[in-house]
Structure formats: C-alpha cells, structure tokens
C-alpha cells in the first residue's frame, strides 16, 4: 500500500482545479460565480463573515451539492456554474473544489489564500490565526 501525506492531497487537488486570488473574487461572484464559505461557524465567528455567498460547512458540502441526490441547494443551478470555495488559508477549500469536480461541476475552483488572504488585499485587519496548541495535532506516522 503506497501512502501520501495530507500536502500531497493538497498538491494533487490543486492540479484539477483553478484558484482565484483574492482581488478576483468580488468579480468572478459579480459574473455569476457561487461563493461558498466551508469554514465551521467558530471559524467564522472568529474570523469575520464575507458577507455574501451562501455558508455550507465542508462537512456536508458534497451532499448539498449532489444534483442526483434529495439535499441539494436551491443555489446550485447545474454543473456548468462557476463555484468558488473558501476556507480560512486555502487548503480545506483545494480539497473541496476538487471533491466537486469529481462531484462533475467542471468549473469549481477555490479561493488562493482562503478567506484570510482576501481580508488582508482589502486592507483589512486579519484576525490572528489560533495558537498551533489549538490547532489539530498531526496524528502520528
């Protein structure tokens, strides 16, 4: 069994997917593009909110993406719509927008930066990130 380690995934995501920076965003949502926020509620809270787009936390997005299924939101229009994601740094959100292209939305991309980036191109103050000793520990190799 051959193993890979979590920036593996990142780096693979990333070659099926596009990333808008940061002062693409508000654009690329102007033409038509689904925003979606991934990042938990706490996140949230801490971080500030974008504002717009709609919030679908990663742990069902699949679900409320799936046009074949009965959880589906009424925001998703088909396979073609442009969908941006957004997480905090841009990791989480790779991930997710590869998960929906396999899903078949063809044009899902995420956020380079994540929502952090975004914050600090507009000039804003951007929230520290948690402490590393808040942070998930690696689980052991």
Do not use: K
């Not at 990333?14 to 654009?27: A, G, N, T």
């Not at 402490?131 to 690696?138: F, K, Q, Y």
């Amino acid at each position: 069994m051959s193993t890979r380690s979590a920036d593996d995934l990142v780096a693979s995501a990333r070659r099926q997917i596009d990333r808008v920076e940061p002062h693409e965003l508000e654009r690329v949502r102007a033409g038509g593009a689904l925003v979606v926020d991934i990042r938990p509620e706490r996140q949230r809270a801490l971080e500030g909110e974008l504002g717009f787009g709609i919030v679908v936390e990663r742990n069902v997005l699949e679900w409320r993406f799936d046009l074949q299924g009965s959880h589906a939101l009424p925001e998703v229009e088909g396979y073609d719509q442009p969908v941006i994601v957004v997480c905090s740094e841009g990791y989480a959100s790779s991930l997710a927008a590869a998960s929906l292209r396999e899903l078949g939305f063809s044009r899902a991309a995420d956020l380079a930066g994540g929502y952090r980036a975004w914050r600090a191109w507009r000039g804003e103050d951007v929230p520290p990130a948690p402490p590393v000793a808040s942070r998930p520990a690696a689980p052991p190799r």
